[in-house]
Structure formats: structure tokens, C-alpha cells
């Protein structure tokens, strides 16, 4: 034995020494890069809720449990087995450890298979019998350990974590509520007004509830949005304030450390019950224990669900693996844009108190992409990668026309779960007297290779204009309330219904008992990513009234037929000429369970035409024998594509058979 080494024989380190080197080499490897992840966008907090001891608790996890746990281990060996055995073990750990950081980097490079894998793995021994061997990396891994503080300390400070943990705002005092008015404000994602208005400016009869809605409130055609993006808009809805003028990438995290002053505050502490349901920001009432927004957090950060995961921590998806086990004994929160919506949609309604003295609010992302649920509340898989629909528009008429198909009918979706909200609603008797609000915080755009989100002087006519209904207590018949509204009228609106004035940073206006409101040439507090700009309406009204034709144009006569052609459905395809094709997914077709919560209703394929073919014209087709649906092919490449999806009730249990055809002018 080396004289080096016969002192830490005699004198074993301790358990802090133990612990120290661990957490050390896990924060470099473990803790920065999950604290990376966590901290990615305004919503890293607010999507679960996490206030301030949420995140203190978040960090004892994150940067202290596991070196804790692995410590505790190494003593029991120590005990066991003696100071060698533990010493080795402890090499090991923090080699596994560095080795990691290696890997990690490795994979960022794009370096090959065998690079990335066996590099690593070296290292780790490597490390592994120097830590053994020599006094000198024993040291070094002791002075990693002030890697614990620095990883801490720099999540503490990065942009939203600072938000929550340095002093609040202080939220103003408020008086006892007096009034019994039942209050629900329903805010939709990604709402252009243009998908529900027909071209002669009413409300398309195949929203039901939209329609009858627009017949029995107060509706505001002249209603914009205030910004393109929820992390601004849901703070001015619920505040009654502007949003945030900075715009950029580090906007005030749409919480309650920045935005104290909130409706769902006030009502709660004026003695109102609050039900609410934010997938994104966090301004109402939080919902989640703590230990679903650890774990949910922890697997968000490591993309355990996402389809586009961030670079990995560990070989094989362990990292995932491990944070799906954490979060197993808790909920998992719904997915904010996959198929979680349905079922959150329907716990809010469900969870709906009938207490008079309540307030309801569901910001709920529909009809926002993903486009994954049929006009029934069934969904489907939908085949393409999450950037197909982000930010840009595809650049083919025929993709446009499809995005527009699946928009439409997660919208019927949506009508139809709204629908069920108001019944429920007048089952229990809190209908009549109820102040009643739907909106959106923004629209979303279908033009060919543009922004389907960030506001510019192409898109402004779908995005801005959104949908404004207010019932208010007692109202029985609809009025068309004309002049132009937006998002901070609903506060002071909600206040009024609550026997409550306005709070002096409220810049919204009382819509309670007004006929007729201002025709605005401008709305200046518009904000966008790039920050606040000024915006004429006549442009944005002009651009509407063309959106609202487009969706007329593609699918006025049957959310089935972005293709044209409607007579065609329903009917035998005799006299079309077959074209053959190949499924992105034919096996979805082999064995359909009709009574399933997901039915394989989006059907693509690549169209057997010779390359470089020119454009084939509409087709329709066939489920079962009969025309399903029309659909307008794509090129990709030197092939042509179609998508469409078909309605739900032509399916049938078992195998069913899909069909393409040419529609040819005079068929």
C-alpha cells in the first residue's frame, strides 16, 4: 500500500466528505442539465403550479436526494465490508458520474455510435482507479463539490426560476364579497374568429353551441386579442391589465409572483370558491400536490413525453425510464396539447361547483394543435413530427387545406364540449343567474409557408380577432354589441358581476349594460415575441372577412370535403378511377375497435403515380364502399400525397377498407 493511501485507511472520510464528492460530480452531470431543461420558457414553473417552496423542494430533490441516497448506500458498505470496498464503489460513482458529462457532450456533437459508447466507458474506469490510486483526484473530487452550490445558486438566478423566488409583488387588499353570482370564463387556444363566422357575419349553424351562444348573449364581432402568444394574453384576461411591453425571450413568467392581482385571487379572497384549470400559466388556484410537480417537472425536462425530447442524460432513455418511475405514485398532469385535453376538458366540467358564490375558470388548448380528436371527441393518430405544425405553415395548397380540415373538426370537438359545460350548468340551476364569458387569448393562421402564430401584417386578420360571448345574469335574449373589445374588458367585466370596482391598474373596460362600445382605428398594446407593437384594425378587419371565406371556400359544404366535390359523400364511387396508393399506416385499418377512445380516422398515403408527375387533381376517398371524404393531394418530393381525415361513423369493427380516387372534371 502507498504512503498516501495508509492515512485514509486509518482515518475514513466522512459521511460529508462522502456526500460532498457525490453531489459534486451528480451536479454536474444530473442536476445542471435537468435545471436546464426545467427552466426552458415562461411556463417552466407556472404549467404545474410551482411556487416558492414548490421550487425550494424541487432543488433538495433534484441536487441532494440522489447523492443522499447513494451515500447511505456507501455506508452501509463501509460497514459491511470496510473502508476499501466503499473507497472503490465511491470511485466508481464518480466516475459513472464525469463519464456522463462525456456521453452527454458526445451526443450534442452528433459523434458515432461506438465513439459515444465505449469513450465513456473508459473514462469512467479510468476515473474510477485514479480515484483509488491517488490522493490527488480524491482532492479534485472534493473540489467538485462546490459544483452543488454553483448549480444551485445559477438555476436559482436563470430566467423564470428568479421570478418566483425573489420578492413578490403584493397583492392588493380585498373587501368581502356580498354578491351570489355564479362566474365561468372559458378561454380557448389558437380561436380565430374567422373558423366560426360564416362570410355574411354570423355564426356557422354547425356550432351549436357557438351559434346558440351568439343568439342568447351579448357578442362582440369587433372583440382582438391582445397579444400572439398565451404567456401575454391570459395575464391581461385575468388582471385587466397590459401585457407585458418587453416582448423577447424573457417575458414575466405568467404567474402569481408577477401578476398578484388576478380575478381568481380576488374572488378567493373575498370569499368565492375558485375551480380552474391552467395548462400554462398559473394564476387561479393551483391543483397539482407536490409530488406530481416534482415529478411532472423532472419528466417534462427529460421529454419522457414529448415527441421531440431533448438531447438524452443517459444511454438508453434511462433518464426517461427513471423519471417515469418517479412520477408513477402521483398524477400525472394532463398533456397540454396531446390527447389530455379531452379528459381535462371533462374533469373541469365534471369538478364544476353549483355554488352561486364560485368562480370557474378553464383556459383549455383547443382548438389548438395538435390536431388529434373527430368531431365526437374520439382521436387519432396523426403521423406527422411535431415541427409539421409549430410555427410555420406547410407550402402546399393541399396541406393547407388538410391542416384547415383537422382544425375544423377538433373545433366541432370543442363546441361540443362547451355544449356539455352550459347543460350541466342548467341542470344545476346556475345557468340563469350565472355571468357566463367565452373567449380565445388568440387565433391562429392558414396561410401557405407563413406563421401560423407570430403576428405580421399577413396573418393579423386570423390571429387578432377572436371570439368574445357574454352572458350576463339574467339575459335571455342576444344582442350584437358592436365596437371593438379585447382581452382586458373581462377583469373589470367579471368585478362588476362580483359587486366589486375595478383595481387602479385594470385598463379594461366594464362591458356590464353597454349597447354599443368605441370603433378603435388602432389597438397599441398588442404584444408579440418581438415585443408591444401598434396595430391598424381596418387591415385586420379586411383580413378576417378573407379568412372567414377561405374556411368557407374549403369547407362550407362538409368538414369532409377539403377536396370539393361534397355530393360525392356517401355514395358508391362508381365511374372514379381507381388510384392505387400506399398507407403511411395500413395496419391502423386491419383491426378497428369502433367503441375505442382513439379511431383511426386521419388516413395518409403516398399516391402510385409515375415521379414527377403533375398535379392529379382532387380525390376522393372510400371507407367501406362509400365516399368518405375529398381531399386535395400534395407533392413532397418527385411523390404526391394525400391526407384527409374521414368521419368516424363509416368505420366499423374489424378490418375496414380504404379506397383512392381520381375525380376527373364531369364526375
Not at 35 to 60: C, H, K, Q, W
Not at 496 to 520: H, I
Not at 607 to 613: A, M, N, T, V
Amino acid at each position: 500500500m502507498s504512503n498516501d493511501q495508509a492515512p485514509e485507511t486509518r482515518q475514513p472520510h466522512s459521511w460529508l466528505r462522502i456526500w460532498a464528492e457525490i453531489a459534486g460530480a451528480w451536479a454536474i452531470s444530473i442536476a445542471y442539465p435537468l435545471y436546464s431543461n426545467i427552466a426552458a420558457g415562461p411556463e417552466a414553473l407556472t404549467s404545474y403550479g410551482m411556487r416558492r417552496f414548490d421550487v425550494l423542494a424541487l432543488i433538495l430533490v433534484v441536487s441532494l436526494l440522489g447523492p443522499l441516497v447513494i451515500m447511505l448506500a456507501e455506508l452501509v458498505i463501509r460497514r459491511l465490508f470496510g473502508e476499501p470496498a466503499r473507497r472503490i464503489v465511491q470511485g466508481v460513482v464518480v466516475g459513472v458520474l464525469l463519464a456522463l458529462v462525456v456521453w452527454q457532450w458526445l451526443v450534442g456533437q452528433g459523434s458515432g455510435t461506438i465513439v459515444r459508447n465505449v469513450l465513456p466507458i473508459v473514462m469512467a474506469g479510468l476515473i474510477a482507479w485514479l480515484y483509488v490510486k491517488t490522493e490527488l483526484v480524491r482532492n479534485f473530487a472534493l473540489m467538485l463539490s462546490f459544483a452543488t452550490v454553483v448549480v444551485i445558486g445559477a438555476f436559482a438566478i436563470d430566467y423564470p426560476i428568479r421570478d418566483e423566488l425573489l420578492p413578490h409583488e403584493a397583492k392588493a387588499s380585498t373587501p368581502g364579497i356580498d354578491a351570489e353570482t355564479p362566474v365561468v370564463l372559458v378561454i380557448f387556444d389558437e380561436l380565430p374568429l374567422a373558423a366560426l363566422e360564416k362570410p355574411d357575419g354570423t355564426i356557422d349553424p354547425r356550432f351549436k353551441t357557438f351559434s346558440m351562444l351568439s343568439r342568447t348573449s351579448s357578442w362582440y364581432p369587433g372583440a382582438v386579442s391582445v397579444a400572439d402568444q398565451t404567456t401575454f394574453a391570459l395575464p391581461s384576461i385575468l388582471t385587466g391589465e397590459d401585457p407585458d411591453p418587453t416582448g423577447g425571450n424573457e417575458p414575466p413568467a405568467p404567474g402569481a409572483s408577477n401578476y398578484p392581482n388576478s380575478i381568481c385571487r380576488i374572488a378567493e379572497d373575498g370569499g368565492y370558491t375558485v375551480h380552474s384549470y391552467e395548462p400554462i400559466t398559473d394564476l387561479c388556484v393551483p391543483h397539482w400536490n407536490l409530488g406530481t410537480q416534482i415529478t411532472a417537472s423532472i419528466r417534462r425536462a427529460v421529454g419522457a413525453d414529448s415527441p421531440a425530447p431533448p438531447d438524452p442524460l443517459a444511454p438508453g432513455a434511462l433518464d426517461q425510464k427513471i423519471a417515469r418511475a418517479l412520477n408513477s405514485p402521483f398524477d400525472l398532469p394532463w398533456t397540454e396539447i396531446d390527447t389530455g385535453r379531452r379528459e381535462a376538458f371533462r374533469d373541469f366540467v365534471g369538478g364544476l361547483p353549483d355554488d352561486p358564490r364560485s368562480l370557474g375558470v378553464l383556459h383549455i388548448a383547443l382548438p389548438h394543435v395538435m390536431w388529434r380528436y373527430n368531431a365526437d371527441g374520439t382521436s387519432y393518430e396523426d403521423f406527422r413530427p411535431a415541427a409539421d405544425t409549430l410555427l410555420i405553415n406547410p407550402s402546399t395548397n393541399g396541406e393547407i387545406k388538410r391542416n384547415a380540415q383537422q382544425m375544423m373538426l377538433q373545433l366541432k370537438f370543442t363546441d361540443r364540449e362547451l355544449g356539455k359545460l352550459i347543460r350541466k350548468m342548467k341542470v344545476e340551476g346556475t345557468w340563469d343567474e350565472s355571468l357566463f364569458i367565452v373567449t380565445a387569448d388568440h387565433g391562429a393562421a392558414f396561410e401557405r409557408n407563413g406563421s401560423r402564430r407570430i403576428l405580421d401584417s399577413k396573418n393579423q386578420g386570423w390571429i387578432m380577432p377572436v371570439p368574445l360571448f357574454v352572458k350576463f345574469p339574467g339575459q335571455q335574449r342576444g344582442q350584437v354589441v358592436r365596437g371593438t373589445v379585447d382581452g382586458r374588458d373581462i377583469a373589470p367585466t367579471v368585478l362588476n358581476a362580483l359587486g366589486l370596482e375595478p383595481l387602479e391598474d385594470m385598463n379594461g373596460t366594464d362591458l356590464t349594460g353597454r349597447d354599443s362600445l368605441p370603433v378603435k382605428k388602432a389597438n397599441d398594446v398588442v404584444d408579440t415575441i418581438g415585443g408591444r407593437i401598434e396595430v391598424e384594425l381596418a387591415p385586420v378587419e379586411r383580413e378576417r372577412r378573407r379568412a372567414s371565406r377561405f374556411f368557407d371556400r374549403v369547407l362550407g359544404q362538409s368538414f369532409y370535403a377539403p377536396g370539393g366535390h361534397a355530393d360525392l359523400l356517401g355514395k358508391p364511387p362508381r365511374g372514379l378511377s381507381d388510384v392505387g396508393y400506399e398507407a403511411t399506416d395500413a395496419s391502423l385499418y386491419e383491426d378497428v375497435d369502433t367503441t375505442a377512445d382513439e379511431i383511426p380516422a386521419y388516413f395518409q398515403g403516398r399516391l402510385d403515380l409515375p415521379e414527377g408527375s403533375p398535379y392529379p387533381g382532387p380525390m376522393a376517398i372510400s371507407l367501406n364502399g362509400k365516399v368518405a371524404a375529398t381531399t386535395d393531394p400534395w407533392r413532397f418530393g418527385d411523390s404526391w400525397y394525400t391526407g384527409v381525415v374521414l368521419p368516424t361513423a363509416g368505420f366499423r369493427d374489424g378490418a375496414n377498407e380504404i379506397r383512392v380516387y381520381e375525380i376527373k372534371p364531369g364526375d
